[in-house]
């Protein structure tokens, strides 16, 4: 009856009589939640064999007959280049472009107290379904970003992390939040740990990743970590609790030169540190697997002021959104937009004003992503949706990790 059929990517319609023999037919599945009982397709995240029974009734004698099928995976592959971003929470401007075309997208922030509740859920929760179900519908992965980053949450992170009653409080309403969301994993951004809590976020990172995958085995749990602070993950213990770790590789300017903030490569007075920095840490000195890694790229700049220009002194930089780059200054007369081919970044100068802005484009973007490739990274991640032009960005990461692993 169904000889033909071997894999599942859809609905399936299931015949339960057939009036011609006379007969009745039931049907029965061993995974109904990739394949119901009546054909409903599951949306797996992996392909996996699902064993159909059915019964054919007539009169009183009935035989049994098997079909082993494969419900096709519907989520995003990871394996082929994994495509990140992050956005607010209550970000309405996302266009369906970006959902469609990303794997991953991230929800910023949750916020927990003290006590390990994860106070500000009930306002999330006005804002991501709706969102969660447009990614969905292209089988996008949707995760909630813990954000405990300013002195008061980072106060918190401390008191739960060191306590094993609280660490469980925490993850019983991550895992909560998860399910009631209907997301598919959590992203941890604990900027930063202390170096005296190394043996505690590892033991956060392994706990909550327990209780993930025991929640969900292909949810995912992944990280968004600093450059200069990387000692502090005790990451050649806590990696192997991490399903991907978001390398930040942005504001890595100096603070009183005019600067890159997301060099690729460094050199003296141009930049900080840079991305190259960043592999050096991450996978020479601490031996994680390059697959693990998501290297960051920035949708916002950074404008130094009162300069003369790249790797001079300034008095002053403020962050700058991709979009306002584009409408107050790349067609600026007054500004000049360079390439450092020792970085690989844009620039704009104005001498006029004394005024120096780091940033990124397409070209850039283009070179990081080539650079990811060759480093056998596993992909490529954004911060942040809203501060694009018109997907100007998200469509040069796009094109650029088009055959990724090719």
Request: hydrophobic letters at 35%; glycine letters at 4%; charged letters at 15%.
């Amino acid at each position: 009856m169904f000889e033909s059929i071997t894999e599942i990517d859809s609905n399936i319609s299931l015949p339960t009589s057939n009036a011609t023999y006379g007969t009745t037919i039931s049907w029965s599945s061993n995974k109904t939640d990739l394949i119901s009982n009546s054909g409903v397709y599951g949306n797996p995240y992996a392909d996996e064999t699902v064993r159909l029974t059915v019964t054919i009734t007539y009169d009183v004698a009935s035989t049994t007959v098997y079909y082993d099928v494969t419900a096709k995976r519907f989520y995003s592959d990871l394996t082929d280049g994994v495509t990140m971003g992050y956005m607010y929470f209550s970000n309405s401007t996302a266009s369906l472009n970006t959902y469609e075309n990303l794997d991953i997208v991230v929800f910023a922030h949750a916020k927990a107290n003290a006590s390990g509740e994860i106070y500000n859920l009930s306002t999330i929760a006005s804002y991501v379904p709706s969102n969660v179900t447009k990614a969905h519908t292209y089988g996008t992965y949707c995760l909630l970003s813990l954000g405990m980053m300013d002195s008061e949450h980072l106060g918190y992170m401390t008191t739960i992390a060191a306590s094993s009653s609280l660490r469980a409080t925490l993850i019983d309403n991550i895992i909560d939040a998860i399910n009631d969301l209907n997301l598919d994993g959590v992203d941890i951004d604990w900027e930063y740990p202390k170096s005296s809590e190394k043996a505690n976020f590892t033991l956060f990172m392994s706990e909550l990743y327990a209780a993930v995958k025991a929640n969900n085995p292909h949810h995912l749990v992944t990280v968004a970590t600093g450059i200069e602070t990387y000692t502090r993950y005790d990451f050649e213990n806590s990696k192997n609790y991490i399903d991907y770790i978001s390398m930040m590789t942005y504001d890595m300017q100096h603070s009183s030169i005019a600067s890159h903030h997301s060099a690729l490569n460094y050199k003296s007075y141009h930049c900080y540190r840079s991305v190259q920095d960043a592999y050096n840490y991450y996978i020479t000195n601490s031996g994680i697997d390059p697959s693990k890694i998501i290297l960051g790229i920035p949708f916002y700049g950074r404008k130094f002021t009162d300069t003369d220009g790249l790797g001079e002194s300034a008095t002053a930089d403020v962050a700058l959104s991709y979009s306002t780059i584009v409408s107050d200054y790349l067609t600026n007369p007054n500004y000049t937009r360079y390439f450092d081919n020792d970085c690989k970044v844009p620039y704009l100068y104005s001498s006029s004003d004394r005024v120096f802005i780091t940033y990124e484009d397409s070209e850039s973007i283009a070179l990081k992503i080539a650079y990811a490739k060759e480093k056998g990274f596993a992909g490529v991640m954004y911060w942040q949706d809203a501060q694009d032009s018109g997907d100007i960005l998200f469509n040069a990461i796009i094109t650029n990790m088009s055959g990724y692993t090719d």
